[in-house]
């Protein structure tokens, strides 16, 4: 099950663009992150706690950009076209 809304544009932020970037550069790997492993390679400035960055990924996955999808009870989190269209 996946769920993706087209809202407007996100806010690009720079917390939201690393996040974008550390997303983009997993998906040209073929990985899929889950919300621990993207917390795990934000930079220090940006660390946050879970829940901020569940709420960050859930608007993100609202907006259009991310799909996020439940995978061995873990959320995993991968871009959409839009995302590369608006964070490339």
């Known amino acids: 099950m996946s769920k993706a809304y087209t809202l407007t544009k996100p806010r690009k932020s720079e917390k939201t663009s690393e996040i974008m970037s550390i997303i983009l550069k997993a998906a040209d790997r073929g990985e899929i992150l889950t919300l621990a492993e993207i917390g795990n390679l934000l930079s220090p400035e940006f660390s946050r706690s879970r829940g901020t960055l569940k709420n960050q990924l859930d608007a993100l996955a609202e907006y259009g950009v991310l799909v996020k ?20």
């Open 69 to 88: 999808e439940r995978k061995d009870r873990k959320m995993i989190y991968s871009p959409t076209t839009e995302a590369y269209r608006l964070y490339r």
